[in-house]
């Protein structure tokens, strides 16, 4: 649906120095994702999402979208390749205008017109779109019942709640019924239960209307929750890519181990870890042991049975199951006591059965 290829983009900085915001950025979206980008603040994030849509031009790099055709900017300069077409010539105003109608945005600050309505809000990119003024109303009229604010039609920006004031910036965004859907931090200015329902509208959307949507959060719990496929940005480059499952339950690089503890419960036991407490202590031939299970196999009987098998204690510090598009995951962390050829033993055996198995404190380092 969305192809981005080497996409580079770079900004002078105030002192004088250049960031590069993008430095090569290559994904792929297939129709109907809900493709989550994560990062901390300053990644490439918002440039990468603006670079969709042209708000920012990349100075370098392919833009691929289905039903429109291929951008390409060499230097800086947009070229474009309308789809079924061969020949590129430059991009101009008209064919980023059509891309834009075609592309909605939702932003962190929902970016309404205070001085207007609902319904002039979510009129606006109505305009100047060839509709007569009956068909604009029918139409917001539509939208405003799919997000669920039909009674707030005649309100005032300011005489919404936040979670009121996002329905009302999607309605705008789907005005011109958009294939794509661009979110930057829809939801990071949101209570987590006003989160919770705009995720589950924009969850709606995509199934309903078979938008595909591009989720860029610095927040795992957003990708956990509706995400399909995930990547994880740093320093203006994607260092892990995959289905929201497979990054979950077999993180590899540091930052994405980061985010994924961060909402697996697994950072508490960085906190026990680091206050020292005799729970997660692993006095010498223990062994402190986190173990993943995937959807093929079950925690508690794999544990008992190495338990048994191997004549090893293995008592459970930490646990915790996460569902990730419908699939279980559990995260589970172990001290594990007996003889050291025990404990490796039993460590092999859950590997062999599919259990993910990183040593956390093997007895030696405390
Ligand atoms: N218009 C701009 N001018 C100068 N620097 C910018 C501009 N936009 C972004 N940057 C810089 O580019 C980097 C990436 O920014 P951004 O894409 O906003 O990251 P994120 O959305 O992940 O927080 C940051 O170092 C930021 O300061
Ligand atoms: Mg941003």
Do not use: W
């Not at 999402?49 to 790099?61: I, S």
């Not at 945005?105 to 779109?129: C, G, W």
């Amino acid at each position: 649906m969305i192809e981005l290829s080497g996409i580079r983009k770079s900004y002078q900085s105030p002192g004088g120095g250049t960031v590069k915001a993008l430095d090569g950025v290559s994904l792929n979206i297939g129709k109907g994702d809900i493709y989550g980008v994560i990062g901390y603040s300053g990644a490439g994030k918002s440039t990468l999402v603006r670079c969709v849509n042209f708000l920012e031009t990349p100075d370098e790099g392919r833009v691929t979208i289905d039903g429109f055709g291929a951008f390409e900017s060499r230097n800086g300069k947009l070229f474009f390749t309308p789809e079924g077409e061969s020949t590129q010539r430059a991009a101009g105003e008209a064919d980023l205008r059509r891309l834009r109608r075609g592309v909605g945005m939702i932003f962190q600050h929902f970016n309404l017109l205070d001085r207007s309505t609902v319904f002039e809000n979510v009129a606006y990119p109505l305009k100047h779109t060839g509709r007569s003024e009956a068909e604009i109303e029918k139409r917001v009229l539509e939208l405003l019942d799919l997000v669920e604010l039909s009674d707030k039609v005649d309100n005032y920006p300011s005489q919404l709640s936040g979670g009121q004031k996002q329905r009302v910036a999607i309605a705008r965004a789907l005005a011109n019924d958009p294939k794509i859907l661009l979110s930057d931090e829809a939801t990071s200015a949101l209570d987590p239960d006003v989160t919770e329902s705009i995720l589950s509208l924009l969850k709606s959307l995509n199934k309903k209307l078979g938008l595909t949507i591009i989720m860029i959060t610095h927040e795992m719990a957003v990708i956990k929750s509706i995400c399909t496929r995930v990547a994880v940005m740093e320093q203006g480059r994607v260092v892990e890519e995959g289905s929201v499952y497979d990054v979950f339950s077999s993180p590899r690089e540091v930052i994405t181990r980061r985010f994924v503890a961060a909402t697996s419960g697994l950072g508490n036991l960085g906190k026990l870890i680091s206050g020292k407490s005799p729970l997660v202590k692993a006095a010498p031939d223990n062994q402190l042991v986190n173990l993943t299970f995937g959807r093929e196999c079950v925690a508690e009987a794999l544990i008992s049975q190495a338990s048994r098998k191997f004549e090893v204690n293995l008592s459970i510090v930490l646990a915790n199951v996460d569902l990730l598009q419908d699939s279980p995951l559990g995260f589970t962390v172990v001290m594990a006591q007996g003889k050291p050829e025990n404990i490796a033993a039993a460590l092999d055996y859950l590997r062999a059965s599919g259990v993910r198995v990183e040593v956390i404190d093997d007895g030696r380092n405390l």
